[in-house]
């Protein structure tokens, strides 16, 4: 293992959490032309969450995109889509992202409750601010300035939470304003959560402040150990400016792609076919497109804003995590973001199905082996944390 210095903000003695990409848009995970044995349609998506709870993993997130966008042609509803997935699954959690701007939230509030219910408190949100302009624009609804984007989405989290933990909930806000309102029933009470939980996707300044401020988890786009240092830093800073009202900081989720293979050079060549095969236009576009996002703010600072080209080609930024080699190495370097305060890892693959089952097989038991390792070398036991079923007797 290498050195990387242990962050006082990561937790040693728990285990890391595990999540993957639900495949809901068409054309996979990368603008490419190469060969992806995923499917976005249903029957494909029940089988690989059955195969990730019995792998190992906690967490499945659906993704929102209305309008057909490089190289994702189709797409299948975010919240309407997981809580299919909830019932065809035991133990999984599903996220459902969810645009401000797009949900009055008491709706999406009302929502989530009832899918809550349906699937025994298995119900979760990832708040995305946009970047699509067209998917408001096309609508008819206001496309905001950047930084008032999450002035909205801000008050969008106050009033979720609001309404999940409050009888008689009251807000007034610039975008939205609740008035003495109960939503009954409440979530469903489970140990470890105050409510549904809330994710939050975003890289820039004012998202990072917001995540700080608000949410239970501060969900990332593909980052370098160093630059999600820096992220982490920020939220934190917000969450401890006394203006925090979740109930504990948030936890770090980051997306990584991986590339898993047998010898480290399988998995870079298979890296350059993807790049090799990139759709160009599809690529270029969106490269064009996410200018709304990071590279809009003032301090053009957040994602996208210093991507590349090849980084682009998987869209969430997924290579620069670097989870690409033997399920040594990728074991090794998971444990490498551990150190500086990662708590969950959100993956994406080429072949969903056979590449979820692999990860649970050869690489968590790694990533088990060396967080223990870890934990003692810092006088700390390891706890229990979630095995690939198989592991289980
Ligand atoms: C993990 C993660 C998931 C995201 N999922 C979506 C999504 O499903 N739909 C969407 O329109 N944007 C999604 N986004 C992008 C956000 O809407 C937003 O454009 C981006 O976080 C802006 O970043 P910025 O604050 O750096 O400008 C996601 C972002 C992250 C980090």
């Keep these: ?9 990561a937790g040693l003695a728990t285990p890391l959490t595990f999540a993957y990409w639900v495949p809901n848009v068409s054309g996979g995970l990368v603008i490419s032309e190469i060969e992806q044995r995923t499917s976005w349609d249903f029957d494909y998506n029940r089988t690989l969450a059955r195969i990730a709870e019995d792998a190992g993993f906690e967490y499945a997130l659906t993704q929102t995109r209305y309008a057909a966008s490089y ?11 997981s809580l299919a997935l909830l019932g065809a699954t035991e133990r999984l959690k599903v996220i459902a992202a969810v645009h401000p701007g797009m949900w009055h939230p008491g709706v999406l509030a009302k929502y989530i409750i009832t899918a809550d219910h349906l699937s025994g408190g ?10 699509l302009t067209q998917e408001f624009t096309g609508f008819g609804l206001p496309w905001l300035e950047h930084d008032e984007r999450y002035v909205r989405t801000e008050e969008f989290i106050d009033a979720l939470r609001g309404l999940w933990t409050q009888a ?4 007034e806000g610039e975008y939205y304003s609740i008035e003495d309102f109960t939503l009954s029933p409440q979530p469903v009470e489970v140990p470890g959560r105050a409510h549904p939980e809330i994710f939050f996707g975003g890289n820039s300044t004012a998202a990072q402040a917001v995540a700080g401020r608000t949410a239970d988890w501060y969900f990332s786009n593909g980052r370098t150990l160093e630059d999600f240092s820096d992220n982490i830093a920020g939220v934190l800073a917000a969450a401890e400016s006394g203006q925090r009202r979740a109930a504990a900081a948030p936890r770090f989720g980051l997306n990584g792609f991986v590339i898993a293979r047998d010898t480290h050079a399988e998995a870079v060549e298979t890296l350059r076919e993807i790049v090799g095969k990139a759709h160009r236009p599809a690529v270029d576009g969106f490269a064009s497109a ?8 003032a301090d053009g600072k957040g994602m996208w804003a210093d991507s590349s080209f090849e980084d682009l ?11 690409i080699g033997t399920p ?17 890892f959100l993956t994406g693959y080429l072949h969903f199905q056979e590449e979820v089952e692999h990860f649970g097989r050869e690489i968590i038991p790694r990533v088990r082996a060396l967080e223990a390792d870890l934990a003692r070398a810092h006088g700390v036991e390891l706890q229990a944390g979630l095995q690939p079923a198989a592991a289980i007797v």
């Design 1 to 9: 293992m290498t050195d990387t210095p242990v962050s006082p903000a």
């Design 71 to 81: 190289g994702a042609a189709s797409q299948h509803e975010a919240t309407s889509f």
């Design 122 to 131: 298995r119900a979760a949100v990832n708040i995305v601010s946009g970047w």
């Design 168 to 171: 008689g909930y009251s807000q």
């Design 290 to 297: 996410v200018r709304e996002a990071g590279a809009a703010t």
């Design 313 to 323: 080609v998987q869209y969430n930024d997924g290579f620069k995590t670097g989870l």
């Design 328 to 344: 040594d190495e990728i074991a090794e370097r998971i444990v490498e973001y551990k150190k500086i305060g990662v708590n969950l």
